[in-house]
């Protein structure tokens, strides 16, 4: 069965860093274009990060550049979005996900998804 499955989410100050994984088992994983996407309560989920099935390469949301780096090891099935400067607005659930497509355009063009890891900004 597919599975995704985040990590590393939680409290952290202003200022700082954090970083989430995706373990990915149960699909061709090289095959996937992965992302990260954020939703907080009354709003729709929001594309953050992403990375191309090769790694060859990465968008970001505005907000996020400069910020916020996506990667992922092919080997060991797992996305990475390491989280620096982060600000109060970056608070949210975050979710990775597995989209069959090139070129993803919104949620609705991913196919699988992970439960989310919760992050909080405090300041």
């Known amino acids: 069965q597919v599975q995704l499955v985040e990590s590393g989410g939680g409290l952290v100050q202003a200022g700082g860093s954090l970083r989430l994984s995706c373990a990915a088992s149960?699909?061709?994983?090289?095959?996937?274009?992965m992302s990260w996407f954020r939703q907080v309560p009354g709003k729709e989920r929001e594309g953050i990060a992403s990375i191309s099935a090769s790694a060859h390469s990465t968008s970001y949301a505005d907000s996020v550049k400069g910020r916020f780096t996506i990667s992922r090891d092919n080997g060991k099935n797992t996305v990475i979005l390491q989280m620096t400067g982060l600000k109060s607005e970056d608070t949210g659930v975050y979710y990775c996900g597995a989209s069959w497509y090139g070129d993803p355009r919104g949620a609705h063009e991913y196919d699988y998804w992970g439960q989310g890891t919760e992050v909080t900004v405090s300041s």
């Open positions: 149960g699909f061709t994983f090289n095959h996937y274009t």
